[in-house]
Structure formats: C-alpha cells, structure tokens
C-alpha cells in the first residue's frame, strides 16, 4: 500500500487477556517505530526497528510488551495481561533508514486499544 | 532527557488571522525540531522539521517555524488561517543527535473560527 498500514483499527479486549496489533511499513523504509497515545497526551516511543532487529526498546513500559518484525517488513506489538492503563491508541510509523537526524517519520492512523 | 513543553492545548482562530503555536524545548544539545500535524481520522503528517540548517523553517500548508536557541524556542506560525487547519498540532525533538527516536509534547488543538 501507499501508506503504513496498522491493524486492527479497534480492539476491545478484557483485562488479563493477550493482544496483537499489527503494522505494515512503507514498501522499503527499513525504520519502524511503535509508539503509544493515550487521551490528552501526544505520542509516547516504545520501540524502534532497523531492519529485523529492535535497535532501541527503551520506551518499553514493562516486560508484558513485546514487538517483533522477523522478516523486516511487518511487525508485530503484543501484550501480555492486557491491564486498563493499557488502554491507548497505538501507532505505527516508517522511515527510510537510520540517517540520523531524525528524519521523517510516517505514521499508521493507528490501533486503538480498550481494555475493559 | 530531552522534552518539549506545548503551551496551550487549545488555541482558537479566526479565519484569516495569525495562527501561532508555542513550543519550547529543553536540550542539552542542539537538537532537531518537528511540527508534526494529526488532521481528525488521519495519521500524524509531518509539517515542517528544523535541522540546524537555517532557523527560520518554511512548511507544507503555508506553516513555518523558527527556531530560537536564546528563548529555546521553536513555535508554528501561519500568517492566515484556514478552516483547512483545524487539526492537532504536536511539537517533537529528537533525544540527541543521531538519536532516532522523537520526544513529543502534549499537542495543541487548533480550532478555527468562521
């Protein structure tokens, strides 16, 4: 596609229960970034992909959040033991590569999480 | 760390007066600047990214932005406003240079005003 696509837009799962959300990148952009929104705030990192591997997942809240991206292209954010506070919007965005300064990124609408 | 603080989470406008919206950063370092715009339903679009080149910083949709390493301030201004530009608006720096991660503020929701 033209733009990086993030699904499912809406998820609305229980407290305790397991959650994927899924991004597909900009066809050759080797960055991938996951970042969290919740209401009033702005984006909030959790992690950052060059390539397959996750090169910066400082913004990880805890060890129940987990993202993978096997072939380089699509990734994968699971959490474990969904809690309430998890409830946020999650976004996903590409950039061409590691260039350093910053560059531009692409943002997915987003996957809109509610744990009830 | 780095942070961006975003004064005002609403501003109202006019049609056709000055748009501008603040941000101020804290960094040890020189650091890298973006307005990023979130029209409603729609992703994040960057609008315009300063990178130590020159301070004043022309955008898409007739923004711009300038940065003040005096006033650690890089605000967003548009001459006219448009209905076009009601939107969310949020302020970004990067961590350090080299760094690839964005530091968002809090955003600023723009209304405007027939």
């Known amino acids: 596609g033209a733009g990086v696509s993030q699904t499912p837009s809406n998820k609305v799962t229980e407290k305790g229960k397991y959650v994927e959300l899924r991004c597909d990148p900009i066809?050759?952009?080797?960055?991938l970034y996951w970042y969290r929104q919740s209401l009033g705030q702005g984006p909030e990192f959790l992690i950052y992909?060059?390539?397959?591997?996750?090169?910066?997942d400082s913004g990880l809240p805890n060890d129940r959040f987990f993202a993978v991206r096997p072939e380089g292209s699509v990734s994968t954010l699971k959490i474990q033991r969904t809690e309430r506070g998890d409830s946020a919007v999650y976004l996903c965005?590409?950039?061409?590569?590691?260039?350093?300064?910053?560059?531009?990124?692409?943002f997915g609408e987003g996957s809109r999480l509610t744990v009830l | 760390a780095q942070s961006v603080t975003q004064l005002g989470s609403h501003v109202s406008v006019s049609e056709g007066a000055l748009v501008l919206l603040r941000c101020n950063y804290s960094?040890?370092?020189?650091?890298?600047l973006f307005w990023y715009v979130q029209y409603p339903n729609q992703g994040l679009q960057l609008l315009l990214k300063?990178?130590?080149?020159?301070?004043l910083v022309k955008g898409i949709n007739g923004f711009e932005a300038e940065f003040k390493k005096s006033e650690t301030s890089f605000h967003l201004t548009k001459p006219s406003a448009h209905m076009s530009d009601a939107a969310e608006y949020f302020c970004?720096?990067?961590?350090?240079?080299?760094?690839?991660?964005?530091?968002f503020g809090t955003g600023t929701r723009l209304t405007v005003i027939p």
């Open positions: 960094s040890s370092v020189p650091p890298y």
């Open positions: 970004a720096v990067t961590e350090r240079a080299g760094a690839n991660n964005l530091f």
């Open positions: 992909f060059q390539g397959t591997g996750a090169a910066d």
């Open positions: 965005a590409s950039s061409l590569g590691d260039r350093g300064d910053g560059g531009e990124l692409f």
């Open positions: 300063y990178t130590s080149a020159a301070t």
């Open positions: 066809s050759g952009h080797t960055a």
